[in-house]
């Protein structure tokens, strides 16, 4: 597998993980009222959820997203030429399996030092 490849799966990990956490802990947050202290009349507060407490779901939900964006972030940057390649060659009009084939190559002289002699 080329480095390239390898870096792009582990991003594409991080930011599924990233995501899995996220929408986990906001069903749970979304699922199980907090509503607070309320006087010692709330029978829920200070329940653990699944072995963690409600501030530490909204504490894993913050972090987890900030996790898949910093992942998108990092796909954006991996893939910068290919967008702008795209948006070029959507602007201009070309036919999509031309503008498709003309990005894909642009893509692999980048990657691979053989094709770069050209």
Known sequence: MKNKARLNYWVDVVIAVGFLLSAVSGIILYAVPSGGYQGGRNPYYGRGILF???????????????????????????????????????????????AARACELQEQTASSPTLQTR
């Not at 898949?68 to 972030?73: E, F, R």
């Open 52 to 98: 963690l407490g409600y501030d530490a779901w909204k504490d894993l939900h913050t972090w987890a997203s900030f996790v898949m964006v910093a992942g998108v972030l990092a796909h954006l940057v991996l893939h910068w030429n290919w967008i702008v390649c795209m948006t070029r060659n959507m602007f201009r009009g070309l036919a999509a399996s031309r």
